[in-house]
C-alpha cells in the first residue's frame, strides 16, 4: 500500500538554524510531491510541490525541497529559520493515476529563541 | 470573503443529534474536498467533488453524508456519530476539473468537532 513517512514528530531548532524535515513514500512510480505548513488554528498552506523536471524545488518563505528519486524522499529544508516557522508541517502524496492524496503523520516544529 | 471558509468552527454534538458543517469557497474553483484530521494519525480523504458530482468516497461510514450544491458550497452532514469521530474536519478546494491530482488545494480552518 502507499504510505507517506515523516519519521520525526517533533523537531526543536533555534532561532537562524538550519532545518531539514524529512519525507519518504512508499510508490512505485513517481508522484506529484507536496509540503504544507499548519499554523495553530488554521487550514494548511502549501508550501512547494514537486511534480517533474528540475529536482530541487523552490516554495514559499524560504523553503526549498529536494526530489531524491533512488531514496523516495523529498525532503524540506531552510537554510535559517525564524521563530514564525514553528508550526506542523506535513508532506503529502498524490498518485498520477488515481484521485488519492496521501499525508504522512506531519512533524511539529519548536523554533528557540 | 477571500479563499476558503467554514462555518461552525466549533462543534460539540451528541451522538443522537444531526448537524451540518458547511464549507464555502470564493476562488472559483471546480473541486472540493472533505479531510478528517485526527491526532497522531495522517490526515484521511473523505470525499472529492468535482464540478459538484462526487469523484471520490474513501470507504467513509455512512452516517457521514456530503453534499454539493454548486461548486462553491459543500456541506457534510452528520447523525448518529461515534465518539471516535472526534476531530478537525478540513475542506479544500482546487482548481482543476477532472484528473487533479497535481491541483494546489486551498484548506480552510476547520471545524473542531466533538462527539459526546
Known amino acids: 500500500a502507499q504510505s507517506v513517512t515523516q519519521p520525526d514528530i517533533h523537531i526543536t531548532v533555534s532561532e537562524g538554524a538550519s532545518l531539514e524535515l524529512r519525507c519518504n513514500y512508499s510508490?512505485?512510480?513517481?508522484?506529484?510531491l507536496f509540503w504544507y505548513v499548519q499554523s495553530p488554528g488554521q487550514g494548511l498552506q502549501l508550501l512547494l510541490k514537486y511534480f517533474s523536471g528540475d529536482t530541487l524545488v523552490q516554495g514559499i518563505k524560504g523553503f526549498e525541497a529536494e526530489f531524491k528519486r533512488s531514496q523516495s524522499s523529498f525532503n524540506l529544508r531552510k537554510p535559517s529559520v525564524h521563530w514564525s516557522d514553528a508550526a506542523e508541517y506535513f508532506c503529502a502524496v498524490a498518485i498520477r493515476s488515481g484521485n488519492q492524496f496521501y499525508f504522512g503523520t506531519g512533524t511539529s516544529l519548536t523554533v528557540i529563541p | 470573503e477571500t479563499g476558503v471558509t467554514q462555518t461552525p468552527r466549533h462543534l460539540v454534538m451528541g451522538m443522537t443529534n444531526k448537524k451540518s458543517l458547511k464549507c464555502e469557497q470564493h476562488?472559483?474553483?471546480?473541486?472540493m474536498y472533505w479531510y478528517k484530521q485526527s491526532a497522531k494519525k495522517p490526515l484521511e480523504l473523505m470525499f472529492v467533488?468535482?464540478?459538484?458530482?462526487?469523484?471520490e468516497n474513501n470507504s467513509v461510514p455512512s452516517r457521514f453524508s456530503p453534499e454539493c450544491p454548486n461548486s462553491s458550497h459543500l456541506f457534510l452532514h452528520l447523525h448518529t456519530l461515534q465518539p471516535e469521530d472526534s476531530a478537525l474536519y478540513l475542506c479544500?478546494?482546487?482548481?482543476?476539473?477532472?484528473?487533479?491530482?497535481?491541483?494546489?488545494?486551498?484548506f480552510g480552518p476547520g471545524t473542531r468537532l466533538t462527539v459526546l
Open positions: 467533488y468535482s464540478l459538484e458530482e462526487r469523484v
Open positions: 479544500a478546494s482546487s482548481q482543476g476539473q477532472g484528473l487533479y491530482q497535481s491541483d494546489t488545494q486551498y
Open positions: 476562488l472559483g474553483h471546480n473541486a
Open positions: 510508490y512505485g512510480a513517481t508522484p506529484y
